[in-house]
């Protein structure tokens, strides 16, 4: 009669084994494919319901074909005067009428005040993909035909192909550091061969699912992907996927200690480590849900593609990874031995983490009081912290022609040249507001466009009786004073009786941007801090403990922003992050940070149900602190995976969670909150059932 149920023991992980390699042979190449439905248009993740916003809206109606304008500017060999060359620059132009990609005709060359450049605009469509890369080295070529001059291309047409071309190869090489990172880390930690190569693969084969899903609901325009939603979906699912093997593999090492059956161990591991997998991943998925509450459309599009990847990585963890540890059993950690079942000290931890918790008994008031002191002075220079954008000299790590084109702009041709602030108003108020733009400070000039497509010379286009005004700013159109003189611009056209006016453009977007990411900060952070508390509270069953829990991973997330103000300034040499920075901070720090301290006290609970609150204290901190710390630093490293694509906002992100990860697991963590929970004791616990337990017993305190 046991055989049919040896032989059913068996089946359930061949079936479940069976099924994870045929998602991996099928969906696998997904995880390569997302470039096919992704966009880095920049303009379609602007806020929706600001005023850039609904400028490009209106801008459509005058334009009879949707461009891209390229800027091409010459400069002569060796400096000096180039104006001679105007007649002959603006020829080398006009043959490109009629190529393959270029719309219309380019406009003529135009000198700068001090004779030293040559500006011109070709527009190009919008749609061109993998064409534009061509389409712009003909314009090139074409540029190149004046002699004794230098040219280059800038504009959002050349600033797109830059950016495509730094996600170019994202997926295999991101794939490949991250997987290489994690591996290598695995198998210090393991000293074995089989297990870490099983977790690689569960977390690639979690991988190949996510992206399948998101790979659906992009083609079917359910969500928005870019490069920095794939990366981050990359780096988030091998490194979450990661972090819960480790700690149902540690637990299932534990359990083999105790148990002589394979089978017994992975149901004693899974029952001990569901809980808290599932409670972390839900933290981790719903705290990014919540950025569906951005008006930042790049923000929403993270939000639920993360939660796929989160979700896929707990499917993973609790199905794949338990099936192979069965048929495994002890030779997953070969050519380590995990001990024989029945030896007393197996499950004692490491020598280190003794050591650790024995500090943090003797001197519990002590520890937490110099960790809070050195995470407080860390603190203190988050304010410094300026998420104002990114200048374009600075969007990429590596210098990109783009980026030097504009900056030959800036040098010769009002700051704001190539990227005006766009004005549609009525066109029977078009003097007033025409007098109203130039009368602004900060405006060089302005002008409306006419049916040519360009500002001045000629009668202006009016299109449902609404005209577009061009208007230069003297600044550099990223700069601050830009957008300031953008803000003054909108109040003064908005003054205008009757006209209706919107002004939109580059600075407008970058000031809309902002102001949006400000928003959401102040809406989204109290959203996940109450769902992580809401969480906490139903796992670990007090009210104190997850306060303080939350408390401690929003001071490491201000600890580490203060760290990175210092960082990227002096080290790195940025003057601003991106102005979601902070949020995509916040949300993978205090869900992530919070993940660790989930394992650790859903650890110190079950020991204190057993062993009372402060040896539980003791023995959670013991036990889990090799996983914890692996695990971190396993995390740590896959997001500093994310630095090898040369964009700024993708290496800030990097730091911040890199940095801020490895601070959670080594201070936070190890120290600060066990600390805390020691010196507090049972009163930690209230209402719940330990509290109760530690008034009756005398160990309120220990």
């Keep these: 009669m046991s055989h049919p149920s040896r032989r059913a023991r068996w089946l359930v992980p061949a079936v479940l084994l069976l099924v994870w390699l045929g998602i991996g042979g099928a969906l696998g190449p997904y995880a390569g494919k997302l470039g096919e439905v992704a966009t880095n248009d920049r303009a379609a993740f602007l806020p929706r319901s600001a005023e850039s916003t609904r400028v490009i809206d209106a801008q459509k109606a005058f334009q009879q074909n949707e461009t ?28 490109l009428k009629g190529e393959p990609g270029v719309v219309g005709q380019a406009s003529p060359a135009l000198p700068s005040e001090d004779g030293a450049a040559l500006q011109a605009v070709v527009q190009v469509e919008p749609d061109l993909g993998d064409a534009l890369p061509d389409v712009l080295a003909r314009i090139g070529d074409a540029a190149k035909r004046v002699p004794g001059t230098h040219a280059q291309l800038a504009g959002p047409a050349a600033s797109q192909a830059d950016l495509s071309d730094a996600f170019s190869g994202i997926d295999g090489l991101l794939l490949g550091v991250a997987l290489i990172t ?47 939603v794939q990366g981050i979906l990359s780096i988030l699912v091998i490194g979450a996927a990661t972090d819960y093997a480790l700690l149902l593999t540690a637990r299932f090492r534990e359990e083999l200690a105790r ?41 929403r599009a993270l939000g ?70 050195a995470l407080l002075a860390c603190a203190a220079f988050a304010p410094t912290l300026t998420s104002k954008g990114v200048p374009l000299d600075e969007i990429f790590v590596n210098d990109t022609p783009s980026v030097a084109a504009q900056q030959t702009l800036a040098r010769h041709f009002p700051g704001g040249s190539g990227n005006p602030a766009v004005i549609i108003a009525e066109a029977d108020r078009l003097g007033p507001v025409l007098a109203a733009a130039r009368d602004t400070r900060g405006v ?38 830009a957008k300031s003189a953008v803000a003054r611009l909108r109040t003064a056209v908005h003054e205008v009786p009757g006209a209706d006016a919107l002004v939109g453009g580059y600075t407008a977007q970058q000031y809309d941007t902002q102001r949006t990411a400000e928003h ?20 670990l069953r007090s009210l104190p403990m997850p ?54 006290m859903s650890r110190v ?89 530690g008034r009756r017993t005398g160990t309120g305190q220990g």
């Design 304 to 373: 639920p593609v993360g939660a796929i990847g989160i979700v896929c990585a707990v499917l993973s963890t609790l199905t794949f990874l338990p099936a192979v540890l069965v048929l495994l059993g002890r030779a997953a950690y070969w050519p380590a031995r995990p001990a024989p079942a029945g030896d007393p000290e197996a499950a004692g931890g490491h020598r280190l983490w003794h050591r650790v918790a024995a500090l943090v008994d003797r001197a519990p008031r002590r520890i937490w009081a110099l960790s809070l002191a």
């Design 182 to 228: 994690v591996l290598v880390i695995l198998l210090l930690v393991y000293r074995s061969v089989l297990l870490p190569l099983v977790i690689i693969l569960g977390a690639v084969f979690a991988l190949g699912l996510a992206c399948a899903i998101v790979y659906a609901l992009a083609e079917r325009d359910v969500v928005r992907v870019d490069g920095q």
């Design 68 to 95: 891209l304008p390229v800027i091409v500017v010459w400069t002569a060999d060796g400096g000096g005067s180039v104006t001679g060359h105007r007649a002959e620059a603006t020829r080398s132009l006009a043959s």
């Design 547 to 600: 306060v303080l829990l939350v408390a401690t991973v929003a001071l490491n997330f201000l600890a580490t922003l203060g760290v990175s103000a210092l960082v990227f300034t002096h080290v790195f040499g940025f003057s601003g992050t991106d102005a979601s920075v902070p949020l995509y901070g916040f949300v993978f720090l205090v869900a992530l940070g919070v993940d660790y301290n989930i394992f650790l």
């Design 605 to 693: 609970r079950q020991e204190s149900l057993r062993h009372g609150v402060r040896e539980g204290i003791l023995r959670g901190l013991t036990a889990t602190g090799g996983v914890i710390t692996s695990a971190g630093v396993v995390l740590a490293a896959t997001f500093a995976a994310l630095g090898v694509i040369p964009l700024a906002f993708l290496v800030q992100i990097a730091f911040i969670v890199a940095f801020g990860v490895l601070l959670d697991t080594l201070v936070v963590r190890s120290l600060l909150v066990p600390a805390l929970a020691r010196d507090l004791g049972a009163v930690a616990w209230w209402p719940g059932r330990l509290g109760r337990l």
């Design 520 to 539: 959401d900060r102040t809406l989204i952070v109290p959203v996940v801090l109450a769902i992580i508390l809401v969480i906490l509270i139903a796992l």
């Design 444 to 481: 060089a000039s302005a002008a409306p466009v006419t049916a040519s497509g360009r500002p001045g010379g000629g009668e202006p286009e009016v299109v449902d009786g609404r005209v577009r005004i061009d208007a230069t700013l003297e600044a550099p159109a990223d700069s601050d004073a």
């Design 259 to 299: 148990h002589a059956d394979r089978f017994t161990a992975v149901r004693a591991a899974l029952r001990a480590s569901w809980s808290a997998v599932v409670a972390s991943a839900a933290t981790v998925a719903l705290a990014l849900l919540a950025l569906l509450l951005s008006d930042l459309t790049n923000n």
